[in-house]
């Protein structure tokens, strides 16, 4: 395997640092030639000192200027860059073989859709671009002759299972779902739930905006719009079946009546690693935990599978989201701005865990179909939504 020179864009999340730890074990096959981070200035300053790289970018332009006190005997050996633009600039200014996003929201979409432009192959656990751009993205995929390597698990199961086939043999393209921490709970208990519960998810551990979204399932139906857009598959090929173990991370159905399955411990280093060795595999070094070493089928010894019910209450948020797949871009962009802003009220307390599928169906049915021509509109409507709904909360 040749060595890659990689940026990272978002290196102080939980996605990041894991990319980061590949990156360390393989040093040989990786080079971090830059990385951003948002707010993390203290762990930053970390990763610069492990890493070497050449360029760094800091959204937050406060804490910017807090590392250019903190940290001056840094400066020597980066190149710097502050604001919304600052990973803009770093593509810009190196040459790299794949960039991974792995930032909160839709900040990811710029240098997502330059990385593209370039004819970078992107490896991105950033869903929000894709929901309310995919179709630009896969527009640009297509023009440059290059992809977006899947990080999240079952989008890389899928990718797995399609190596080697051809799209007309695909029947159903079947994403499987932990269900997260409420599945089995009734809807009438779920009024009064507090914060810690919903971040207490069964199988993973991930940051707060997914783990919430994995409670309300909004997650899942984002990655059914991933998903039509990263394998270009029409909606009705795509299904979700609750799958509690999270043992198989997700199937093909081919038309002749056989499926393809991945399956894996529930550890995010495994897609994560994939993606940025592609096409090749390397020996799994990272453990941290005994359990997650390899599966152990006698062990587990049943696999269990429940039909999602987009009807029940409890999935409101799902229903929404694929409905507004259905009626178009505009209302994905909606549904996406609507969704970060009722999770973020409601980790501050001020919304409860139900009034997230009430106020995100609120703001869909008050929204009138707008044509989005390009990226700034995506940005336009984001804001334009986010205040609405700060409005009708405030009354």
Request: aromatic share 10%.
């Amino acid at each position: 395997m040749n060595k890659k020179n990689i940026a990272i864009f978002g290196s102080t999340g939980s996605i990041g640092k894991m990319a980061l730890s590949i990156a360390k074990n393989y040093k040989e096959f990786f080079n971090v030639s830059a990385i951003s981070a948002g707010s993390n200035i203290d762990l930053l300053s970390e990763q610069i000192k492990e890493f070497h790289p050449k360029y760094v970018s800091i959204s937050n332009p406060e804490k910017y200027q807090e590392f250019l006190y903190k940290y001056p005997n840094l400066l020597e050996n980066i190149n710097l860059f502050s604001g919304d633009d600052g990973m803009l600039k770093i593509l810009e200014n190196i040459k790299i073989d794949l960039l991974i996003i792995a930032v909160v929201g839709i900040s990811g979409l710029l240098p997502l859709y330059k990385a593209l432009d370039m004819g970078i192959n992107v490896a991105s656990a950033n869903k929000e671009p894709i929901v309310v751009a995919g179709n630009f993205l896969l527009k640009k995929t297509k023009e440059k002759n290059n992809f977006i390597f899947p990080i999240d698990s079952e989008h890389s199961a899928i990718f797995q299972c399609l190596l080697g086939e051809e799209k007309k043999y695909i029947k159903k393209l079947i994403i499987t779902a932990s269900g997260g921490p409420f599945f089995f709970t009734p809807y009438k208990d779920l009024e009064n739930v507090k914060i810690s519960h919903v971040l207490n998810h069964p199988r993973w551990k991930m940051g707060p905006k997914v783990t919430i979204d994995s409670a309300t399932l909004m997650n899942k139906a984002f990655e059914v719009i991933e998903a039509r857009f990263l394998f270009d598959i029409e909606k009705e090929k795509i299904d979700v079946i609750i799958h509690p173990e999270s043992i198989i991370h997700s199937m093909v159905e081919f038309v002749d009546g056989s499926y393809k399955a991945e399956l894996a411990p529930t550890d995010m280093k495994i897609p994560i690693q994939y993606a940025m060795s592609y096409p090749e595999r390397l020996v799994k070094t990272f453990d941290t935990d005994e359990n997650l070493n390899s599966l152990d089928l006698k062990k587990i010894k049943s696999l269990n599978f429940y039909d999602l019910d987009i009807n029940d209450e409890k999935f409101k948020c799902f229903k929404l989201a694929i409905q507004s797949l259905e009626a178009g871009n505009d209302y994905l962009v909606v549904l996406n701005a609507a969704d970060e802003f009722l999770v973020n009220e409601f980790l501050k307390g001020t919304i409860s865990f139900l009034d997230i599928p009430k106020y995100l169906n609120e703001i869909l049915s008050k929204h009138s179909s707008v044509k989005i021509k390009n990226i700034n509109d995506i940005f336009e409507l984001d804001k334009k939504t986010k205040k609405i709904l700060e409005t009708i909360i405030k009354k």
